[in-house]
């Protein structure tokens, strides 16, 4: 049998860095593309106000000069990329963070309510899987009505949770709170179900003779099956929850948060407050899957599995 020579495949890690690079040009040919696709939508979105006020102004503008101006207004139908980043680099790093012009701030009282419902979300939903796995009854009455909670529109139903609570003095933190966690339990519900459920029927008939219980059938086979599903519904529900969090704050004329960051943009047509709220909120949950991510990768090897690359 040949000896590998000392070239790149040989060397240590270097499987990783051809595949790294490799997922790395499709990334940045979509994000190119979208960039591009992006400023030709400003511009054109853009124009007509530019004109319009270079026309008011008695300096009509065209070529260059209009594409310059559709890409430097104040209050833009659709800020271009530059001056998102530059908005979110100006509230985040110039701007102090106790500071209520601070995005820092405003994504720390959303980020707040959004772990606060992605607890609750969780727990909730891996209680009822286990439920619904152990008990037929659970599974014919509670499936369903979990599968119908979704078909309600929560920009409907926040509202109504808001109101109920403030008529009974809880204002804050749950409210949020409790959107968020009804948009995020059912990711993990589903998910818990199909893991819990997941191991072949001969895995069941072993335990079966080796007269195992349901408890120490379902520790010691069904939960540790049910780990990928686990953490693939988190991150699923991480992003709900965050939604849920946002949308919490838009019926309550809230002032601190990203969902209050946009409702004020809205108000005061300030596009570019808005749109870098919206990136904030993009990066709170690139976060959050990413951490969920990482636990996972953990948890993997804790539990047995190879690294990526291992032979």
Same mark, same amino acid.
């Given at each position: 049998m040949a000896e590998r020579g000392p070239g790149r495949a040989g060397r240590p890690? &270097?499987?990783?860095?051809?595949? @790294? =690079?490799?997922? +790395?040009?499709? $990334?940045?040919t979509v994000l190119a593309v979208l960039l591009a696709v992006w400023y030709i939508a400003a511009i054109a979105l853009n #124009?007509?106000?530019? =004109? !319009?006020a270079a026309e008011r102004a008695g300096a009509?503008?065209?070529?260059? @000069?209009? /594409?310059? +101006?559709?890409? *430097?207004? %104040? =209050?833009p139908r659709l800020p271009?990329? !530059?001056? $998102? /980043? #530059?908005?979110?680099?100006?509230?985040?790093? %110039? *701007?102090?963070?106790?500071?209520k012009r601070s995005l820092v701030y405003h994504s720390w009282i959303t980020l707040a &309510? *959004?772990?606060?419902?992605f607890a609750l979300g969780a727990a909730l939903g891996v209680l009822l899987a286990i439920g619904i796995v152990r008990d037929r009854t659970m599974d014919a009455s509670v499936m369903p009505w979990v599968i119908a909670s979704q078909t309600i529109p929560i920009l409907a139903i926040a509202p109504m949770i808001i109101v109920v609570l403030n008529s $009974?003095? /809880?204002?804050?933190?749950?409210?949020?709170a409790l959107i968020s966690m009804y948009l995020s339990f059912f990711p993990v519900v589903v998910g818990m179900v199909k893991g819990f459920r997941s191991p072949d029927q001969m895995l069941l008939d072993q335990m079966r003779t080796w007269n195992a219980t #349901?408890?120490?059938?379902? =520790?010691a086979l069904r939960w540790p099956a049910s780990v990928p599903y686990l953490f693939a519904s988190l991150k699923i529900a991480a992003a709900a929850s965050l939604v849920g969090a946002i949308i919490g704050e838009l019926p309550t004329g809230a002032v601190a948060g990203l969902g209050a960051r946009m409702l004020s943009g809205s108000y005061y047509g300030q596009t570019v407050q808005i749109w870098s709220a919206l990136f904030m909120a993009a990066l709170l949950a690139s976060l959050l899957i990413a951490a969920i991510g990482?636990? %996972?990768?953990? /948890?993997a090897r804790a539990m047995g599995a190879r690294p990526e690359g291992a032979r």
């Open positions: 890690g &270097a499987g990783w860095l051809v595949s @790294a =690079r490799g997922s +790395a040009v499709p $990334i940045l #124009a007509p106000m530019a =004109r !319009d009509p503008l065209s070529g260059l @000069a209009l /594409v310059e +101006a559709t890409l *430097t207004q %104040e =209050r271009a990329p !530059d001056q $998102i /980043v #530059a908005e979110v680099w100006k509230t985040t790093v %110039e *701007t102090r963070p106790t500071s &309510a *959004t772990l606060t419902g $009974i003095g /809880v204002t804050g933190l749950l409210p949020k #349901a408890g120490q059938t379902f =520790r990482l636990v %996972e990768r953990l /948890v």
